[in-house]
């Protein structure tokens, strides 16, 4: 059972969906990530998904992660940012770009991109500056060495 004490604001949250969109992204990146949102308090987190960009109830099910960056981040800018983002659409056809097929909408996001986005505005570049944050997919977070895992699933069943 997840202890949602572990969690901290702006803890990277690492899910493993069984949809067809999900599997679709795992296979496309060989890995069991599908989503990803932040962590923010108060058993809410924010991000990108078919509803757009908004807050919403934190989930277990199908956490697969959580990730929190090893380098400092300024929430308040980061949150500052989400405010200015906060009801966007959901850039489903920006998923093409995640495919690399196309490129990012500028008034939508996907997940990922959001979630980069966020620890840009705070002053974390996790991917540097020449990686746009919408061909980030959700993967690329679990191998990335500027987090340090706090809870696996796989540790979980252990």
């Known amino acids: 059972m997840f202890d949602m004490s572990l969690l901290q604001y702006g803890d990277l949250l690492v899910y493993s969906g069984g949809n067809p969109l999900s599997w679709a992204i795992k296979v496309k990146t060989w890995s069991s990530a599908s989503h990803v949102e932040i962590y923010t308090a108060d058993n809410v987190s924010i991000g990108a998904n078919k ?21 400092p981040v300024d929430l308040q800018k980061a949150y500052a940012y989400w405010k200015t983002v906060e009801g966007q659409g959901y850039d489903t056809f920006g998923l093409l770009a995640f495919f690399r097929l196309g490129s990012g909408a500028k008034n939508k996001q996907i997940c990922s991109e959001f979630c980069t986005n966020f620890y840009r505005a705070g002053g974390f570049d996790p991917f540097g500056p020449h990686c746009p944050s919408y061909n980030v997919s959700p993967s690329m977070f679990l191998t990335n060495n500027d987090f340090t895992w706090v809870w696996s699933k796989k540790e979980d069943k252990q």
């Open 51 to 71: 509803g757009g960009l908004k807050g919403r109830r934190f989930e277990e099910k199908h956490l697969y992660a959580v990730l929190r960056p090893a380098q």
